[in-house]
C-alpha cells in the first residue's frame, strides 16, 4: 500500500454529504464520501468520492434490529440490487450499497474508470461506511463482496479483524482465470509494466455479460448504463496489477480471516470470451469457480462454501430459481452467526 498518498498538505478526514435522491425509486438515497486519499489514479484537479446508497428508513430498521449490511460491488460494477434489499429487509437489515471511487455513482471523469492502482486506496470509504452505519446505530455488520468486491472484502477482513461480524463472498476474485501462461510469464511482466504504465491498456471488458442482465438487452434488471457501461471498457495494467498482488497474498495464506465467511459460487462456469446464451444465464461466464472451491479454505478456518446451482456470475443476478436459493441460504446463514455472535457477547464464558 505504499502507493497511496494523502492529497491534502495537512491530515484530513473524509466527509459525508447530506442525502439526495437515488434513481433505484422513491425510498432510495444517496450520499456521496469526499475522500482524501490517491493512489495516483484519481482525476488531476479533483479529488475522489465514494457513493452510499440505502432507502431512507435504513436508521429505523438499524435502531430495532442493531444490523446492517454492506454491499461491494465488482469491477466495473454498481450497486442496484434493490430484490436483495427487500429479502435483507424482511429479516430487519438495511442493506447499503457503496460505489467505489472511479466507478458506478462515485465516476468523476470517464477516463478515470476502474484506474485503481493500489486496491488499499479504497479502504477509506469502506472505513468511512462502516462508520457511518455505526453512527446510525448498527453493533453488528455483514460485509458483502462481489468479485472483484469480493477480493476487497477479504482484504478489508483480514486488515481489521474485528471490524465486521460476517463475511458473504458472492462468486469472489481469487485468483486469475486463463492458461498457466497467463498465471506466471504474463502476469510477471504487467507487474513490471503495471508500476511504470499504470493505464496502459492491456485488455478489454466485453459487454456480453452486462448486456445479458439489463432490460434493454432481454435481461430481468435495470441499472444506469453510465454505472455499470454497456460497451467494452478497458483494463489498466495498474489494476491488474494490484489484484494479481492481493491473489499472492491469498495463495501464500496470507490473507487470514477471523469472522465466519461464506463462499458462495457457481456450480459451473461457461466460456468466457465467447459465451452462448444458455451459458450466459446458467453459468459463470466471468471467473473460474474451481479457483474459488480451491482458495477459500485458505481464507479462515472458519469458511464454508455454497454452490447455487446454474448460477450467474453475481449470484444475485440469476435467474429467479438460483438467485432465490442464493438469497435464502445468504441470509439465513448471516442472521444465524448474527445471533450466535450476540450471544457471545452476552455471555462471553461459553466461547
Known amino acids: ?59 429505523d430498521l438499524i435502531s430495532t434490529s442493531h444490523t446492517a449490511a454492506l454491499y461491494l460491488p465488482g469491477f466495473q460494477d454498481t450497486f442496484f440490487h434493490t430484490e436483495q ?15 467505489f471511487r472511479r466507478g458506478g455513482r462515485a465516476l468523476r471523469l470517464e477516463a478515470s474508470r476502474d484506474d485503481i492502482r493500489d486496491l488499499g486506496v479504497r479502504e477509506e470509504e469502506i472505513s468511512t461506511a462502516l462508520g ?18 469480493g477480493l476487497q472484502a477479504a482484504l478489508w477482513a483480514s486488515h481489521h479483524p474485528g471490524s465486521i461480524d460476517a463475511l458473504i463472498l458472492n462468486s469472489p476474485w481469487l485468483d486469475q482465470g486463463g492458461s498457466q501462461f497467463v498465471r506466471t510469464v504474463l502476469t ?11 493505464r496502459l491498456k492491456i485488455a478489454r471488458l466485453l459487454p ?55 463462499v458462495a459460487h457457481s456450480s459451473h462456469s461457461g466460456n468466457f470470451r465467447h459465451p452462448s446464451s444458455d451459458e450466459l444465464a446458467s453459468s459463470d461466464v466471468v471467473l473460474n469457480v474451481e479457483d474459488m472451491k480451491r482458495l477459500a479454505p485458505l481464507l479462515s478456518e472458519n469458511v464454508e462454501l455454497l454452490e447455487i446451482p446454474h448460477g450467474r456470475h453475481d449470484l444475485a443476478l440469476s435467474r429467479k430459481p438460483s438467485r432465490e436459493i442464493y438469497t435464502r441460504e445468504t441470509v439465513t446463514w448471516a442472521m444465524r452467526h448474527i445471533r450466535e455472535c450476540e450471544k457471545l457477547r452476552e455471555n462471553p464464558e461459553i466461547s
Open 1 to 59: 500500500m505504499s502507493r497511496v498518498r494523502n492529497t491534502q498538505e495537512k491530515p484530513s478526514h473524509p466527509w459525508i454529504s447530506s442525502p439526495h435522491p437515488d434513481y433505484l425509486g422513491s425510498t432510495w438515497q444517496a450520499r456521496t464520501i469526499f475522500l482524501t486519499t490517491d493512489d495516483g489514479g484519481a482525476p488531476a484537479g479533483r479529488p475522489d468520492v465514494a457513493v452510499i446508497v440505502h432507502e431512507s428508513d435504513a436508521a
Open 85 to 99: 434489499a427487500a429479502a435483507w429487509r424482511s429479516v430487519g437489515v438495511p442493506l447499503v450499497g457503496l460505489d
Open 132 to 149: 457511518y452505519l455505526r453512527n446510525l446505530g448498527a453493533r453488528r455488520i455483514i460485509l458483502i463482496g462481489h468479485s472483484t468486491g
Open 188 to 198: 510477471k511482466t504487467l507487474d513490471h509494466i503495471g508500476k511504470y504504465a499504470p
Open 208 to 262: 456480453s455479460y452486462a448486456r445479458s442482465l439489463h432490460r434493454d438487452f432481454g435481461g430481468e434488471f435495470y441499472f444506469n448504463p453510465v454505472h455499470k457501461v454497456l460497451y467494452p471498457a478497458p483494463v489498466y495494467a495498474g489494476f491488474f496489477r494490484t489484484v494479481r498482488h492481493a491473489h499472492a497474498e491469498i495463495a501464500r495464506a496470507n490473507v487470514r480471516i477471523s469472522c465466519p465467511v461464506l
